[in-house]
């Protein structure tokens, strides 16, 4: 466990919960009694149907994600010809209830993953997700995703958790997430800081150390896990936690205030946010703003697009929480696929169709989210929609012309919707950062996504733990791209804003502050430090850095700068 | 025993989340109600047979209808078509 990193700050104590997607071994077994078969069979199909229902509504009450898929593995469980061929074979072959099931099920689930059309055969994995919940309760175990019935603290344990995985999974008892993968941009990371929960990614081989129940001492301040930790070991952690939580305390009195510094300058910090259940708790960490929605995780939770009903809705419930947000259009591609739109697969996806690429090729998901939009921002002040990936000026004309198509559209519907739309960019591929100046000629404001930028500056996937030493954010050439960037903007009277994972960390705020930035957006758990130490500094000083540190020749002389600075003056 | 040929013009086919709604309501009647789709026949009330069919845009399928309300059942089970987003042309 090496490599192991911290992705979220924090002491979380509880047992361990290995999530993993495991199937069942499922004995061949005979049955003398054909009728307790069919009430065991009758009892873990209502016990399954209860879990769903369940899911469903919690769901929809979150709004994490689309829930029709629920109805449909309900239907699922409940198929009278499942059932019907289930007890058949229980009555002519004497079988248990959980072999006939597992027999008939997998039947159907090699009839869907032999199809060709691609939406059909990933509902393979919805059948199999079904049959091992009701295999298990068959079988007499629990099904795995029952830590939403979780009545204890707990640390959730994953190899790696996919968006999928984390959207149906329930968090009111999860204290901590460690994963085997990742590092800190991965999903897990990125989801454990919007939630406040501690987290450790990239622990390596832990799996096979433990078992689920163990007791597990996640500290995410010294970067440790402890397996069944002493009683001198968890005194001393609780007394941390206690400390931890009394820092976390002296910040609170920053909630309030909007962020400048000594000298009355003043940079809003944004949060970034991934869906829209995340934006009701932003005015407690103190968020001035959403300088980042990504929509895609409204795409990625469901088996379909989501309609035009549900998205206004999702849109709606971050609107009326927290003002002003910037809402950056689907980017789906790269490491996030979406099944139901059967994409070409790529040799290269992160350099393929994704983000404004994709939305242009898949124009009519592409109309439905701005009219979406357009829609549920009709009664704001405005409606701030930012494209991912552009590279070209050309991806801004024609995305302008779709957006007046869909404006055209609902006009002559006569319906209400946002007229004062301000349209901006993502500045993330090199192209953009290069010809930032002519691009700044045709949207309203820029936003830096570092996350992509380093990796495509530097020609270095960020998910590869062998190339972190180029994923390099205090880098010079990094800095005074950013630099040029923000002076292309500010030539034009448009404002830049910065939403990469660089905003969250202290030393970078700063720089990038003293480098002229308008706006921070970053981890919501990470505004109320950065809004304090800012407070205690001067804009004058902090640019007489930036100058300095563009001069610098590498990322440790970076790092000296910075270091001495603070030294100095804090 | 009644009959009805259609069209589904939805571009997504019969997809889940339709297949699951007209599934559901289907089981509603006690009338035997049947899919036809490239000669293959199945239970309109058992999703995983619809959805086993894979069935494409602009294929042609036929509803079988047998029991004591075949008119009113057929008559329900289109609205249901259509108001579960799929398109579809009678013929």
């Known amino acids: 466990m090496k490599n192991k990193q911290i992705a979220s700050k924090g002491i979380a104590i509880g047992k361990a919960f290995i999530y993993q997607d495991e199937g069942f071994d499922v004995p061949k077994n005979k049955t003398k009694d054909v009728k307790k078969e069919k009430e065991k069979l009758k009892d873990a199909l209502k016990k399954s149907s209860d879990d769903i229902k369940k899911i469903k509504e919690k769901s929809e009450a979150n709004l994490k994600q689309n829930a029709d898929i629920f109805d449909a593995h309900l239907e699922m469980i409940n198929d009278p010809e499942l059932i019907k061929q289930t007890e058949a074979m229980i009555e002519n072959e004497t079988l248990a209830a959980e072999t006939a099931y597992d027999k008939v099920a997998d039947q159907y689930i090699e009839i869907f993953k032999n199809m060709d059309d691609p939406y059909f055969k990933e509902r393979a994995s919805d059948i199999k997700d079904i049959k091992n919940r009701v295999l298990a309760y068959l079988l007499g175990k629990t099904p795995k995703t029952n830590i939403k019935t979780a009545q204890e603290d707990t640390i959730l344990i994953a190899k790696d958790l996919a968006p999928s995985d984390t959207a149906t999974l329930d968090f009111d008892y999860v204290k901590g997430m460690i994963t085997e993968m990742g590092g800190t941009t991965s999903h897990t990371a990125i989801m454990s800081r919007a939630l406040n929960i501690p987290a450790i990614v990239g622990a390596k081989g832990l799996i096979e150390k433990i078992k689920s129940g163990d007791t597990i001492a996640l500290d995410a301040l010294n970067n440790n896990i402890i397996i069944n930790p002493k009683q001198t070991e968890l005194d001393k952690l609780k007394a941390q936690q206690k400390d931890w939580q009394t820092h976390l305390k002296t910040l609170n009195k920053y909630i309030d205030n909007p962020t400048k510094t000594k000298d009355d300058h003043q940079i809003p910090l944004f949060a970034n946010i991934g869906n829209a259940e995340e934006a009701k708790n932003l005015k407690d960490v103190g968020a001035e703003g959403v300088g980042l929605f990504r929509t895609e995780f409204l795409f990625m939770q469901s088996a379909e697009a989501p309609d035009l009903k549900t998205q206004i809705k999702a849109y709606q419930t971050v609107f009326e929480a927290i003002q002003p947000v910037i809402i950056r259009t689907v980017d789906i591609g790269g490491d996030k696929d979406i099944p139901y739109l059967k994409l070409d697969k790529e040799e290269n996806p992160f350099l393929g169709v994704r983000g404004i690429r994709l939305a242009l090729q898949e124009k009519k998901l592409f109309k439905t989210q701005l009219k979406a939009l357009l829609i549920a921002a009709k009664d704001q002040d405005d409606l701030r929609i930012m494209l991912p990936m552009v590279a070209t000026i050309n991806e801004i004309k024609k995305s302008k012309a779709i957006l007046n198509e869909v404006k055209k559209a609902l006009k002559k519907d006569k319906k209400a919707f946002q007229d004062n739309i301000k349209l901006g960019i993502m500045i993330e591929v090199p192209a953009a950062a290069l010809n930032a100046f002519e691009l700044a000629k045709h949207v309203d404001f820029f936003s830096i996504g570092t996350n992509d930028l380093i990796q495509y500056l530097f020609a270095a996937d960020r998910t590869n733990e062998n190339l972190s030493h180029l994923y390099e954010p205090y880098d010079p050439t990094l800095l005074s791209t950013i630099s040029r960037i923000i002076q292309a903007g500010h030539q034009e009277d448009i404002p830049v804003g910065l939403c990469g994972e660089i905003a969250s960390k202290l030393d970078l705020a700063l720089i990038l502050t003293g480098l002229g930035i308008d706006e921070l957006s970053m981890s919501p758990t990470s505004i109320l430090e950065i809004r304090k130490t800012l407070a205690s500094l001067n804009i004058t000083d902090l640019r007489t850095l930036a100058q300095a540190i563009l001069k610098a020749k590498d990322a440790k002389d970076v790092k000296k700068l910075i270091k001495q600075f603070k030294d100095d003056n804090l | ?91």
């Open chain 2, 1 to 91: 025993m009644i009959k009805q040929n259609i069209i589904i013009t939805d571009e997504d086919g019969m997809h889940a989340r339709p297949a699951s709604k007209i599934s559901k309501i289907a089981q509603g009647y006690e009338d035997a109600i049947t899919l036809t789709y490239d000669d293959k026949d199945v239970n309109l009330k058992s999703i995983l047979a619809v959805m086993s069919l894979a069935i494409p845009q602009d294929s042609e399928v036929t509803l079988s209808i047998t029991g004591d309300n075949e008119k009113q059942t057929l008559k329900d089970i289109l609205k249901a078509f259509e108001d579960e987003g799929i398109d579809i042309k009678t013929q």
